[in-house]
């Protein structure tokens, strides 16, 4: 058992995905969210704020909450070094941090991994814990899509892009070529809610199912903040709504818990199915 | 008292709206829906299933309901004549409708005109009810829309025209310039009750009104049907979503019972306006 996870964290969702997928996958999570970029979200995990220059505070906590892998993820913006409260650890490594500062952020953060491993833990970048999270290419789990489906998913994929491109949101449900419903600020769980409410003249059944949801990422967003995010819930609520599957953008959007929700899309007899970013966007 | 509308329909959302219209506005209908076109959502109104060749039939019904105004409206594909099931005064009008028919559809038409107006009937054409229903220009109802209202309502006027041209749907709201809700199969009302339940942080509220609902046909749609209707219920649900307003494309959407519309616009406090139809289109 490697403990929870450490989560050093900044701003932003993929803190707050990340958070959700180790607690989702079981493993749980320990939060220390550095003072001055507290994300809300964030909040009700379990852990502490703690400030940037409090190193010998953040290993010890991490320490002590069992943890063995690390990952720093989120938004901070480079600190006035000045201005930093330090902790004896925070200070005896200031020299270093400043003069690595001045080759960059990347630099700057290798100080501290370096850090981190001396005292035994297991540092794993905020890009790899985002690319595990990513959603892979081709069919992730569930029946083949038969080829109404993948007209579905095609029709799917452009008007997402559109509304996308738009600035309208990051999905939508078509079936048989019908836009049923159209994510805007209320969110893909409320989207589906309503497309189980629709008639099921237009619409596919958990006995017959047809349609397909599609989430993709807007295409004029920043692509390492705000990525549009699936969980098993998605799968269980998209079921409901008896749709034959759900196409995510391969590279584009998370997955929570993929394994969870792979399982859950096998049992309901719904396909996950990774799309190219370049389907629907010619 | 002109009693109730008597109404002779075919298929389309247009005698629906008439019939709806003249409900709403206290007149009442009698509905004779057209053998071979009966529209399903006629069903439920006063009325009978006539044969297109039952002329007599149709004059005593509607004589007997009371009507003194009558309106044709509805898509009828022209019949083949000779198979016709004609009653007596039918059968007297059939040489002459024959002769006429060959003019064309206003000819045809306006033999049957000439008959119920032989009989006493109002005749109103579909196009007269047709353009009552419409939304006018301008300012229809309610406090003037405030400098942020028209900029809003150009940003959901161009985002309908968008969604509308990807053959989504015909409305959507948008609050501050953020696009809260998008209409596709769940229709207007849905929508709204939606945008009613997201954060009031970013929509309005009925003590501090902000946002538009804009609704305004597809460009891609025949205009002759499916046209984009609001109604008293699209007054109170804007109300309730804490919206300033609602934006009708001006002859692009109908109103049902204007009057009562406006009256209840200005009591919630809300603006109804009709937009020029190149708004958010060029």
């Known amino acids: 058992m490697p403990g929870p996870l450490g989560l050093i964290a900044g701003l932003g969702d993929l803190p707050v995905a990340i958070a959700e997928n180790a607690v989702a996958t079981g493993q ?7 003072k001055g970029f507290e994300e809300p979200r964030l909040a009700a995990y379990p852990g502490a704020v ?16 069992g943890c063995r892998d690390v990952v720093f993820a989120g938004i901070v913006n480079r600190p006035n ?8 650890k925070g200070a005896a490594l200031l020299p270093k941090v400043i003069s690595e500062a001045r080759k960059g952020d990347d630099a700057l953060l290798r100080v501290l991994v370096q850090e981190f491993e001396k005292h035994g833990f297991n540092v794993i970048g905020s890009e790899v814990a985002h690319a595990a999270l990513l959603a892979p290419a081709g069919l992730i789990a569930g029946p083949p899509p038969s080829d109404l489906s993948m007209i579905d998913l095609e029709v799917a994929a452009r008007t997402a ?4 491109a738009l ?3 990051q999905g939508c449900v078509v079936c048989d070529g019908l836009v049923l419903a159209v994510e805007a600020q ?17 619409r596919g059944t958990p006995a017959a199912r047809r349609g397909v949801l599609v989430k993709r990422p807007k295409p004029v967003q920043d692509r390492r903040i705000d990525l549009p995010t699936t969980g098993v819930s998605t799968v269980e609520l998209a079921a409901a709504a008896g749709l034959a599957g759900i196409g995510i953008e391969a590279g584009g959007a998370l997955m929570l818990n993929r394994p969870a929700m792979a399982k859950r899309a096998e049992e309901l007899g719904l396909f996950l199915y990774g799309f190219p970013a370049s389907l629907g966007t010619g």
């Open 81 to 88: 070094f000045s201005d930093l409260k330090l902790d004896l």
């Open 161 to 164: 892009a559109a509304t996308g």
């Open 50 to 65: 703690v400030g940037l220059g409090e190193i010998g505070g953040v290993l010890s906590r991490l320490k002590e909450a």
């Open 186 to 202: 209320e969110g893909t769980d409320e989207m589906l809610r309503r497309c189980a409410g629709l008639p099921d003249t237009i």
């Open 28 to 34: 749980g999570v320990h939060v220390l969210r550095l």
């Open 167 to 169: 600035d309208i949101g």
